[in-house]
């Protein structure tokens, strides 16, 4: 009998992917041992019995298949597989795009398996009819654009992203602008003495382990919005988190007819900034059609720029962008500079965790808080504790 697996050799960059990971990871992730696994060399390993004889090879009628012979799927793809009564258990496949080595069942991958592409990328995980479909971890090639890592869910041979556990050790906050205060002509104050985070909205289904009853670690305030729009509660809001020890952060909802530099010296004069505050955020959300009439993708970039590096200089922090998912996958790619050298807050309503380089996730605009009466905007930290303080000790406002 003989073992077979592939021997994979980690890239700097999948190395350096896999650090990102742990450092915001642990045990109560779906997924973990198989990352740390592959992280540690491990790889999935068949064992077959590779002496074969004519009597080996081709389709038996008389008798069932036992132990490891020759077949084709019916794709005409060469399969050497381990047999018992009839029925294949696991084993090796090879087509023109790569080998697979895994379990089967009717001769497709059925179960845990492994492909190895010609080009070098590399997936493990689970296989249904076929497909990539369940957990698993896919090693991208340059030509795919990385070398990087994808973590997460499969759906039928398509990527999802990562599905989160909700657990009291994770990091929860909030965004919150005059909306909360005001309602028609209701108006509404907080109970900053009962403010914790009651439930996570409806959008997408959630994965929450207890009962959701977290404490509201950050607070990020809408402050300013063009050059005209002021949030009348900023400030009073702003005093109340400091004074009840949430920390803090100020965002500016930006307007692509009015210049970067006009819309950052706006926010700048209205907006309050202290040693151990968050970094400030550029809140970025045009529609396709406020895009082309505002002069395009590289008139809207050049001001989102601008603003970006105007407000650092100022504040000393490099700011977040927020934006939401479609943003991510119609326009980023067209700013390879701000994807590279800024961190994201993404909006992203759905059970699946984004696959970029996050500093924040908004799971949903309809969660509920203690305290507050309307719905709020509920956000998670990507990470746990001992990252939430590093980047409290490293990326907050110093001055």
Not at 138 to 147: D, F, I, S, V
């Amino acid at each position: 009998m003989k073992k077979l697996l592939f021997y994979i050799l980690l890239p700097l960059l999948v190395q350096d992917e896999l650090t990102y990971y742990f450092d915001r990871h642990n045990v109560q992730d779906e997924g973990y041992e198989m990352v740390a696994a592959f992280a540690q060399g491990q790889r999935l390993e068949v064992e077959l019995d590779t002496h074969l004889s004519a009597f080996d090879i081709g389709t038996w009628k008389s008798h069932p298949r036992q132990g490891t012979g020759l077949a084709l799927d019916s794709l005409g793809h060469t399969v050497l597989a381990k047999w018992q009564n009839d029925t294949i258990e696991s084993g090796i496949r090879m087509d023109s795009l790569g080998t697979y080595l895994g379990d089967f069942s009717n001769l497709k991958a059925e179960g845990h398996g492994a492909y190895l592409s010609v080009d070098g990328s590399y997936f493990e995980g689970h296989w249904e009819q076929g497909l990539r479909h369940g957990f698993g971890l896919e090693m991208l090639t340059p030509q795919e654009g990385g070398p990087h890592l994808r973590v997460g869910i499969w759906q039928n041979g398509r990527f999802w992203g990562e599905r989160m556990t909700y657990t009291s050790e994770r990091i929860y906050g909030i965004d919150i602008a005059r909306y909360q205060h005001e309602q028609g002509r209701r108006r509404y104050n907080f109970d900053w003495n009962k403010m914790r985070i009651t439930y996570l909205g409806h959008r997408g289904q959630k994965n929450v382990k207890g009962t959701a009853d977290y404490p509201v670690s950050f607070i990020f305030i809408k402050s300013t919005e063009s050059t005209t729009v002021r949030n009348r509660y900023y400030a009073s809001d702003y005093m109340q988190a400091r004074k009840h020890g949430i920390r803090i952060g100020a965002y500016h909802f930006f307007r692509l007819r009015t210049s970067g530099a006009d819309q950052a010296k706006y926010f700048l004069n209205n907006t309050l900034f202290k040693k151990g505050d968050l970094p400030p955020v550029l809140d970025v959300e045009p529609t396709d059609a406020q895009i082309k009439a505002a002069g395009g993708v590289e008139v809207m970039f050049r001001n989102i720029r601008t603003w970006l590096r105007l407000v650092e200089q100022r504040t000393g922090v490099k700011p977040i962008l927020y934006v939401n998912q479609r943003f991510v996958n119609v326009y980023l790619s067209q700013a390879p500079d701000i994807k590279r050298d800024y961190r994201v807050w993404i909006a992203r309503y759905s059970e699946y965790k984004p696959d970029v380089h996050l500093a924040f996730w908004q799971l949903c605009p309809d969660g509920r808080v203690a305290g507050i009466h309307p719905e709020v905007d509920i956000n998670v930290f990507n990470g746990y504790q001992s990252q939430f303080e590093e980047f409290l000790a490293n990326e907050t406002i110093q001055k």
